[in-house]
T-cell receptor, first 116, second 113 residues
Framework: DTAVSQTPKYLVTQMGNDKSIKCEQN?????MYWYKQDSKKFLKIMFS???????INETVPNRFSPKSPDKAHLNLHINSLELGDSAVYFC???????????????FGAGTRLSVL | AQSVTQPDIHITVSEGASLELRCNYS??????LFWYVQSPGQGLQLLLK??????LVQGIKGFEAEFKRSQSSFNLRKPSVHWSDAAEYFC???????????FGGGTRLMVKP
């Protein structure tokens, strides 16, 4: 069974559309993340959710909204898509102990979003 | 704020040759350091990690890395590269606050037959 799964794997859409990417983890982790990897392969964190509460929100446009119906799922909704949103989006998860860093994050296979 | 630099964007080695991928970090406290590998079209897989203790850490697929505090480095090594090692390699540093990972820009490894 895949530990962290994302759907869809590929997403091609027009500018201005609204789209969602789903992420599910079956590892029993408390914390989930969304990362964006741009065309130059730079990976940057977008959001982190700990047990359904947002704990990091890097400077991401508010067109991006994470939604966590439960701690095993963290979906990413994107409104009014722009060309610059084209990237690969990775979901990840980890155990979370308050105040302890260095926990291992497990990544999904990524969703390649292309905005035309 | 922490940062990670991978000075080499591309590296090409012959199969069977040794490999060293460089990683330098900037962080105010003891860092938590990671190496991940990304094969084409795939997600990131953890190769190894350093939290504390022995500064030479062993990972999967025959990789190892050495933490050198004096040089702020965490270089990845492999004594003999296989063609299947061709991939993108990312070094990352983790912080206490929110368990955030900061990644380097990646190094693309190509392996010649």
């Amino acid at each position: 069974d895949t530990a962290v799964s994302q759907t869809p794997k590929y997403l091609v859409t027009q500018m201005g559309n609204d789209k969602s990417i789903k992420c599910e983890q079956n590892l029993g982790h408390d914390t989930m993340y969304w990362y964006k990897q741009d065309s130059k392969k730079f990976l940057k964190i977008m959001f982190s959710y700990n047990n359904k509460e947002l704990i990091i929100n890097e400077t991401v446009p508010n067109r991006f909204s994470p939604k966590s119906p439960d701690k095993a799922h963290l979906n990413l909704h994107i409104n009014s898509l722009e060309l610059g949103d084209s990237a690969v989006y990775f979901c990840a998860s980890s155990h979370k102990l308050a105040g302890v860093g260095g926990d291992i994050q497990y990544f999904g296979a990524g969703t390649r979003l292309s905005v035309l | 704020a922490q940062s990670v630099t991978q000075p080499d964007i591309h590296i090409t080695v012959s199969e069977g040759a040794s490999l060293e991928l460089r990683c330098n970090y900037s962080y105010g406290a003891t860092p938590y350091l990671f190496w991940y590998v990304q094969s084409p079209g795939q997600g990131l897989q953890l190769l190894l990690k350093y939290f504390s203790g022995d500064t030479l850490v062993q990972g999967i697929k025959g990789f190892e890395a050495e933490f050198k505090r004096s040089q702020s480095s965490f270089n990845l090594r492999k004594p003999s590269v296989h063609w299947s090692d061709a991939a993108e390699y990312f070094c990352a540093v983790g912080a206490d606050a929110g368990n955030m990972l900061t990644f380097g820009g990646g190094t693309r490894l190509m392996v010649k037959p």
